[in-house]
């Protein structure tokens, strides 16, 4: 088990900052921000490091992951590596946090929680966003903390939830639920002093003066919101929409078919932890574990780009959790057992294999290399440059360390 484990952080470390072998223009912006805040006080349009949206690009960025660079830059620069530092050091904590949580939850079952850590670390979903710096997977580490606090009735709970709502604006609307449905039996001073907290957050958020464009850049995507159809049409669409994230081909053969949210290889689990989410799904799970895995997917099935790995990264503590409940129900039977672990060790080898041998080269447009190439190492001139990949000048200002362009 243990070996397993150290396996899955191993995976998470392995060439970590290396590959992917580009930063994609959400990480180079969240870079320019953080070294803009180092060498001026100010962001990159001039505004204060204490906002709760930052311009960047245009596309109104959450301030912690900012933060965090900023902070973590200060002492080690902000480099490729220290960009993603923060969502690697979430993927790490993120472990020994659902381990505990399940202990919490079923305490009478320590094998349990093992067994979820085991699935959980081998999860390519969980180790691939561990490895970019991608403000989701931060947001999901502090969703987790919260949880973990709930359960505890620890009153710092709805504090963290803040934290993960100003990493991932979409947490505005599954941070209170699940607060709500973990702290229920904590009593009603509890969870109405947590929600009033959580409510309350949101007042700096909607008060900002970039919020009325930062909502005008969000709905401006295909969503379910603004779209001209009938009422009826968005709900069949947002059933379908939402159905996706629960479609095998998804989570156990192909998973997302964007290469900066998966390597292309296999699903979003392991094919092992497929059978092991069934198995678990018939084995009596924990409702409150249910309630999340259902929860999760429903800000991004508002969106029409389905299934979205990044958007639905919430799933994949409540898929460690059934995974883990189905192996311990298999494991009764030894041979069975035995296979389990075979099996998952196989299957979690080939997958690395091909991270770490195949998908960095088939990933290369995914993650505009191309730009960064182009920078650090310019053709003879003229060079004409395209802007088909999108936002050539973050690159330039990124790798040449020139806020001005």
């Known amino acids: 088990m243990w070996l397993l484990i150290t396996l899955g952080i191993l995976a998470r470390v392995w ?26 006080g100010k962001d990159l349009v001039g505004n204060s490091w204490l906002q709760p949206l930052f311009v960047s690009y245009g596309d109104f960025k959450a301030p912690v992951y900012i933060w965090l660079v900023t902070f973590l830059g200060k002492i080690f620069g902000t480099g490729e590596g220290i960009i993603r530092l923060p969502s690697l050091l979430a993927g790490l904590g993120l472990l020994w946090l659902v381990y505990d949580l399940v202990k919490q939850l079923v305490p009478k079952n320590k094998t349990l929680s093992l067994l979820v850590l085991v699935n959980l670390a081998l999860m390519p979903w969980a180790i691939h966003f561990s490895r970019i ?43 209170p639920v699940l607060f709500l449905i973990f702290a ?34 969000r709905l401006s ?49 392991l094919i092992i932890q497929g059978l092991l989410v069934i198995v678990g799904l018939t084995a009596g799970p924990n409702r409150l574990m249910l309630f999340w ?19 639905a990264i919430y799933m994949i503590v409540p898929l460690a959790y059934l995974a883990g409940l189905g192996w311990q129900k298999l494991s009764k039977n030894k041979l069975l057992s035995w296979l389990i672990i075979a099996g998952l060790s196989i299957n979690v080898l080939v997958y690395l294999l091909d991270y770490f041998i195949h998908y960095p080269k088939r ?38 360390n020139d806020l001005s362009l």
């Open 15 to 40: 060439q970590f900052g290396q590959i992917p072998n580009s930063l994609y223009w959400d990480e180079v912006a969240i870079g320019l921000d953080a070294r803009s805040l180092l060498q001026t």
């Open 184 to 217: 229920w039996r904590q009593g009603i001073k509890y969870w109405s002093i947590g929600l009033i907290i959580l409510a309350g957050s949101s007042f700096w958020l909607t008060n900002s003066y970039n919020y009325a464009a930062s909502q005008q850049y």
């Open 293 to 311: 895995l259902f929860l999760a997917p429903v800000v991004a099935a508002l969106v029409n780009e389905t299934p979205h790995a990044s958007r």
């Open 221 to 269: 995507n295909d969503n379910l919101i603004t779209a001209p159809i009938s009422k009826i049409e968005k709900g069949k669409r947002f059933i379908s929409n939402y159905f996706d994230f629960f479609e095998p081909k998804f989570l156990f053969t192909n998973g997302d078919s964007n290469l900066r949210h998966h390597s292309g290889f296999g699903g979003e689990l």
């Open 133 to 175: 710096g991608f403000e989701s997977h931060l947001s999901l580490f502090w969703l987790t903390l919260m949880v973990w606090l709930a359960v505890k009735k620890n009153y710092l709970a709805a504090g963290v939830g803040i934290f993960g709502i100003y990493s991932y604006i979409s947490l505005r609307l599954i941070a």
């Open 363 to 400: 990933s290369e447009f995914a993650w505009i290399k191309p730009y960064k190439d182009l920078v650090l190492n310019p053709p003879p001139p003229p060079v004409y440059i395209s802007p088909k990949l999108y936002k050539p000048e973050l690159y330039f200002a990124y790798y040449l």
